[in-house]
């Protein structure tokens, strides 16, 4: 694939001091080695999105790497789907159809890769399986993206066959370890301080998207940007802001998508608009999947950032709103708990009441909210840059095949 | 050798798969779990948090008061501080001799309602050069300003596991090779268990500045 060139160095204006020096000389020892990457799209979704920028930067370290990605037949999608669904803790039926549907795709894919890297990760469940092909001096890492907490058993104990295969896994967050005999590693996602949806805005950039969107100027924007899915809570969120309008002026902006090709994000977002009918100090945006510089306009007017789920993977938009400054209250739940720290970078909060409490708290308290909006982008610089996630790679790397 | 070689350091971070819901879990797995365990739950978590340092030191004080919601243990549990003449070893049965009495003198084991359960992870450290070498205290004083805050975890608190009298790399250098055994002293007489590492940055650059201007 014919990547974009992203210099490693262009990043030393937002990484932490030294971090960029670091990462050189964690590259060192592993001038010339080669590192494949399979996933199952090269466009779309979070996985793909990280690749587009983390190969070009391997590559700028001098390691010699490849991305490749897997074809699938309908029923391989409706199945690895299916896979996704279980794994995260749904009921699914998955068939012996299926079942043999995902092994020949994965067989079938497997024959056309040149599996000679020194290192090749495998990521999310689509081609696991393509481990029956791992020459047996070569280390293979599966990199788990979604949260397999609470796995359906049947289908977990099915691709654990495979997965006990490889020499060790990654996952994004500590609860979503495994009974499994090969090590397991704990690797963070990140956010790209120099993409579109995160790179400094000139304020004539913020305020034509803010006028384009009839965000007010002259009271405190509250904002949860998400997809309109009911595990996001936004009508907890309406319910929040409620309580707080009764005693501050502001508005509330619900941003987000998703809906349009998602019957149960249309009914969600129709109960929000509803919800909100009444109330001209709430803005419902349901915007596009590409709207990136809109999102990060959004982020730097609001005054407090909301990410109130109740039920998360990571949720990185916390990060993207900690990275512009605000101190983000948000749901104790999944990757939220390790991004915001208690009273220092924001809030958890546990239900709508301590939500709308906790807005007050930091819109009557504008020095403690400036304290924290910085302690939050400072925390980010340190722990969800995409140039940490490099880091943590480098040092893997550096574990496995230096050993 | 009379230069100083920075060197700093990246964490490989490893989940066990072991988890604890309740007080009585959390004792029996510090029993069993490797020493990198400890280490990472004790130590680590000052590379973790370099610009914030929190509430309590360590992660078990931090889960038994904010998880479990129990801020008697978790005070208790903060007392715990890692330094140079105690071995990881020692730091396990502290935990395990406070725990157990704690348990010993409630009538129920308090558990996780509301909170997460406590995950054991362990770490392993790499260090790396960073290629910053410096021969004096003025150019120790840039250097330090500018460094990667892993350098100042791996020449404070992995050095005093190091050093058989528990010092930081930084004083063992004033003293030894500058011959500056006050400065020495001023750094050594700094507790950088409550501190982030950015903090103790900006407090050791204070020492140095200050000496510059003697």
Redesign the interface.
Request: aromatic residues 10%; proline residues 9%.
């Given at each position: 694939m014919n990547s974009k060139i992203v210099k490693v160095d262009s990043y030393r204006e937002v990484a932490?001091?030294?971090?960029i020096?670091?990462l050189h000389?964690?590259s060192e020892p592993l001038q010339g080695k080669s590192l494949l990457h399979i996933n199952s799209t090269r466009f779309g979704g979070g996985v793909a999105e990280m690749l587009q920028r983390l190969v070009p930067m391997f590559k700028d370290m001098g390691i010699n790497t490849n991305w490749e990605v897997m074809e699938g037949t309908p029923l391989f999608y409706q199945t690895t789907k299916s896979f996704h669904n279980a794994l995260q803790g749904q009921p699914q039926i998955v068939s012996d159809e299926m079942y043999n549907e995902y092994i020949k795709v994965n067989r079938e894919n497997a024959r056309n890769i040149a599996f000679d890297a020194d290192l090749t990760i495998i990521h999310d469940p689509q081609p696991a399986a393509f481990v029956y092909r791992k020459p047996r001096k070569a280390k293979w890492l599966w990199r788990c993206h979604i949260d397999i907490s609470r796995p359906q058993r049947k289908v977990w104990n099915f691709l654990k066959e495979y997965i006990s295969k490889y020499d060790g896994t990654i996952?994004s967050l500590?609860?979503?370890?495994?009974?499994?005999a090969i090590?397991?590693?704990?690797?963070y996602p990140s956010i790209d301080p120099l993409s579109e949806k995160n790179r400094e805005l000139t304020q004539k950039e913020i305020d034509e998207i803010t006028m384009r969107y009839k965000i007010p100027q002259d009271k405190p924007v509250i904002l949860q940007v998400s997809r309109f899915d009911r595990f996001k809570d936004p009508s907890g969120v309406i319910e929040a802001y409620k309580i707080v309008k009764k005693y501050n002026n502001c508005c509330l902006v619900l941003a987000g998508g998703g809906a349009t090709d998602d019957p149960e994000g249309l009914q969600v977002l129709h109960q929000v608009r509803e919800a909100a009918s009444h109330d001209n100090d709430i803005i419902i945006l349901d915007l596009p999947p590409d709207a990136n510089i809109e999102i990060n306009a959004l982020q730097r007017t609001a005054t407090v950032v909301l990410q109130k789920s109740t039920k998360e993977g990571f949720g990185l938009t916390v990060a993207e709103a900690m990275w512009k400054g605000k101190p983000v209250i948000g749901g104790?739940v999944g990757g939220i708990?390790v991004q915001i720290?208690?009273?220092?970078?924001g809030f958890t909060v546990?239900s709508i009441e301590g939500c709308a409490f906790r807005i007050r708290y930091l819109l009557n308290n504008p020095e403690i909210l400036a304290e924290m909006g910085n302690?939050a982008r400072?925390?980010t610089?340190?722990?969800f840059l995409i140039t940490r996630h490099l880091?943590?790679y480098?040092?893997?790397m550096?574990?496995i095949l230096n050993k | 050798m009379h230069e100083f070689h920075f060197m700093?350091c990246?964490?490989?971070?490893?989940?066990?798969?072991k988890?604890a819901d309740d007080e009585q879990e959390l004792m029996e797995l510090i029993e069993e779990v490797p020493t990198d365990s400890i280490y990472y739950h004790t130590h680590s978590c000052f590379l973790?948090?370099?610009?914030?340092s929190?509430?309590y030191p360590n992660d078990f004080a931090d889960w038994a008061a904010?998880q479990v919601r129990d801020r008697v243990l978790g005070e208790k549990l903060a007392v715990i501080t890692p330094s140079g003449d105690k071995t990881i070893e020692h730091i396990r049965t502290e935990l395990i001799e406070i725990i157990d009495s704690h348990l010993s003198s409630i009538k129920m084991v308090p558990a996780v309602m509301?909170?997460?359960?406590f995950?054991f992870?362990q770490s392993?450290i790499?260090e790396?050069?960073?290629?910053?070498v410096v021969d004096s205290l003025k150019e120790f004083t840039y250097a330090l300003?500018?460094?990667?805050?892993?350098?100042i975890y791996n020449h404070v608190f992995e050095a005093r596991m190091r050093d058989r009298l528990g010092r930081s790399d930084f004083s063992i250098w004033f003293d030894e090779v500058l011959g500056k055994k006050d400065l020495a002293e001023r750094f050594e007489s700094v507790d950088s268990y409550l501190y982030s590492l950015?903090g103790l940055r900006s407090k050791l650059l204070q020492f140095c500045q200050h000496e510059l201007k003697k």
């Open positions: 932490p001091p030294g971090a020096n670091v000389h964690l996952f500590p609860d979503f370890a495994q009974k499994l090590p397991q590693f704990l690797i104790a708990t720290i208690y009273g220092q970078t546990n302690n400072e925390y610089r340190c722990n880091s943590d480098l040092a893997l550096n574990a | 700093a990246v964490e490989i971070k490893e989940l066990l798969g988890k973790r948090h370099p610009y914030i929190g509430q904010i509301y909170g997460h359960p995950y992870m392993k790499i790396i050069p960073t290629g910053v300003e500018t460094i990667d805050a892993s350098s950015e």
